[in-house]
């Protein structure tokens, strides 16, 4: 990009390319005022060869202005040979005698950008070179541009890939506990999210785990998540209250917060030996507990707002008893508000009647079905938003 960039800097130099000696002087002489003031500046070589040192010699040259009969090289030979260095912002203007259309018809099947025919009219010279000078200030920005295009494209995807490393991707995530079993998935919307999830062993018998909606799309939102979720875990693993670790992670979310953004948030952590879920709902989506039996309850609101947003609001607890085989099946918008072609939502109702369909089924295809189910309602609609789940299945 950095060579682009001093490319379109520098004044484009244009190169002359003829045989006759005395074309020199009378290009100097002709166009003295804009070689004075940095407008024009030329080069010069007698034949195709020479020509092709030049350009070695001065990368910047963006005009080829040449001959069609010298010696050693030709013009019709030299345009092959720059036809080979696929350089689109590098124009070659060829000039020829009046009535050789045969010649300027070859060169001009073999990529030159315009023609001339001899003997040289001045006034057009000066208007086909400043006609090309247009064409390839035009086509190095575009260079340029696309060259930030593919860096912009290469940096989100390192982000992509660093936001997939921070998100526990290994299942099952404990496989010597009998006690409860765990499951999550996160599928940006786009190369980076605002959606995630986390969980940790906080001593042996207890286990927080936490799901995140992050306001906003792209990379602030995937800084913002990061940071939330490094603030989560952090607190959590203190061992402190649900609603301790809250409180101090929305302080600080409220302190750090720019561009008024916020994050949905809901924090729970399991008692291994009893099945005793404390949790805090900041504002996110109410999960589900699944009974083993397929009965289906909404796990009860406590009253708490979004993080990042209220710095003196004091967050409640809420309690849940889980039984051997019940599963507490954790969401984001992204799976209820998705939209097929018919902008129709995949809803609540359509999300109840899967997961009672699969009450019994290993939480990791329960929730892979619920994607799957999620994708086939949206067929070719595009994905809107973040679509991120988390299940947790406790055996006693």
Do not use: W
Request: charged fraction near 25%; proline fraction near 4%.
């Amino acid at each position: 990009m950095s060579a682009v960039m001093e490319h379109l800097k520098k004044n484009i130099k244009i190169l002359v390319v003829d045989d006759e000696v005395d074309l020199e002087p009378l290009v100097k002489q002709r166009f003295r005022r804009q070689i004075r003031e940095g407008v024009y500046d030329f080069l010069f070589a007698h034949n195709g060869l020479e020509a092709l040192a030049k350009l070695i010699e001065h990368p910047e040259i963006g005009i080829i202005l040449s001959d069609i009969n010298m010696p050693e090289m030709d013009g019709l030979t030299l345009l092959l040979k720059l036809k080979e260095l696929k350089n689109p912002s590098l124009k070659t203007v060829i000039v020829s005698a009046y009535g050789d259309m045969e010649n300027i018809r070859t060169a001009m099947n073999r990529g030159a950008f315009d023609f001339l025919t001899k003997p040289i009219n001045f006034e057009d010279l000066e208007i086909t070179i400043n006609k090309t000078l247009d064409e390839i200030r035009l086509v190095r920005k575009s260079q340029e541009e696309h060259h930030q295009l593919l860096f912009i494209q290469h940096d989100l995807q390192t982000a992509r890939e660093i936001q997939q490393a921070i998100l526990p991707a290994v299942f099952p995530p404990f496989p010597h506990r009998k006690d409860f079993d765990i499951y999550a998935s996160m599928q940006a919307a786009r190369e980076v999210g605002g959606d995630f999830y986390d969980f940790f062993m906080i001593d042996n018998d207890h286990i927080g785990f936490v799901i995140g909606d992050v306001s906003g799309k792209g990379v602030p939102a995937a800084i913002f998540m990061a940071v939330s979720r490094t603030l989560i875990r952090a607190t959590g693993l203190k061992g402190i209250s649900v609603e301790e670790c809250i409180d101090y992670a929305n302080h600080l979310l409220c302190n750090e917060s720019t561009s008024c953004m916020f994050v949905t948030v809901f924090y729970g952590i399991l008692d291994t030996k009893t099945g005793t879920v404390t949790y805090v709902n900041g504002g996110h989506n109410p999960p589900y507990l699944v009974r083993a039996d397929g009965s289906l309850e909404s796990v009860p609101l406590t009253g708490g707002t979004v993080l990042g947003f209220l710095e003196d609001e004091q967050y409640k607890s809420g309690k849940l008893q889980l039984q051997a085989g019940d599963t507490l099946f954790l969401y984001t918008d992204g799976i209820t508000e998705a939209f097929n072609e018919r902008d129709e939502s995949y809803g609540e109702e359509r999300l109840e009647v899967l997961l009672r369909s699969h009450c019994k089924s290993p939480i990791k295809e329960m929730s892979q079905a619920t994607v799957a189910g999620v994708q086939e309602f949206c067929g070719n609609a595009p994905q809107s938003d973040d679509i991120t789940l988390m299940a947790v299945r406790y055996f006693g």
